[in-house]
């Protein structure tokens, strides 16, 4: 069966500071992947895509980055982190080429910047 | 984007069937009713999906109404982990949109 590994679970960062985040998927192969944010009591912003190795899109101009060093690894990045980063940061993944197709989520990482 | 309207919350008891409801009264002909659920400090996860026809799976039901109007997402026997906040999305065929957008969903409280 396929699972979606996300790490940490949470993290503290102080402002300026630089970011990475991976998440990896197990069971498939060349998934569609994302990168979403939930902000607290509101709903779920995606941040990036990628359907293959090195294909990223962006959803929103951002302090952000994505890369997809792998078929099955997705990584969120930045350089100097802002107060507004602050959030619950989520992978999912999801197969073929149809949107239709069901997003499978992984579990967050809570980030926290100070 | 065609909207959805669920109720804010609903409550039910350990042991009995729930029908969580949504309206979408301006979906598409081509807008997939899709049906997620998040608890408490976990991601979003996907239950169940369809088009014209009930859905069945290992989770729940999905019964659509006939003009595609309403749906209603049935848990057959409610535990205390189906306690989420449920979601009820539209997703559109063929635009190469990527992302899910959720509403304010219906919060179930499962009572023991």
């Known amino acids: 069966s396929q699972t979606i590994h996300q790490w940490p679970a949470t993290l503290v960062q102080p402002v300026g500071s630089p970011l990475s985040l991976e998440c990896t998927v197990e069971?498939?192969?060349?998934?569609?992947l994302y990168w979403y944010r939930q902000a607290a009591g509101r709903g779920l912003q995606l941040l990036f895509y990628?359907?293959?190795?090195?294909?990223i899109s962006s959803e929103v101009p951002q302090n952000l980055s994505a890369s997809r060093p792998q078929d099955r690894q997705f990584i969120l990045s930045s350089k100097k982190l802002l107060l507004s980063d602050s959030g619950f940061y989520l992978c999912?993944?999801?197969?073929?080429?149809?949107?239709?197709?069901?997003?499978?989520f992984g579990d967050g990482t809570r980030l926290s910047i100070l | 984007d065609a909207k959805t309207t669920q109720p804010n919350s609903m409550e039910s008891n350990e042991e009995e069937p729930v029908h969580l409801p949504c309206n979408h009264s301006t979906i598409s002909g081509t807008d997939y009713i899709h049906w997620y659920r998040q608890l408490p400090s976990q991601g979003p996860e996907y239950v169940i999906h369809g088009l014209t026809s009930n859905v069945n799976n290992r989770m729940a039901s999905l019964a659509i109404a006939e003009d595609r109007k309403s749906s209603t997402l049935i848990l057959h026997r409610a535990t205390l982990r189906d306690a989420a906040v449920y979601y009820c999305?539209?997703?559109?065929?063929?635009?190469?949109?990527?992302?899910?957008?959720f509403g304010s969903g219906t919060r179930l409280q499962v009572q023991p």
């Open positions: 990628s359907v293959g190795i090195g294909q």
């Open positions: 999305i539209l997703v559109r065929e063929g635009t190469g949109r990527r992302a899910l957008t």
């Open positions: 069971g498939t192969s060349n998934p569609n």
């Open positions: 999912a993944w999801s197969v073929g080429h149809s949107s239709n197709q069901p997003q499978h």
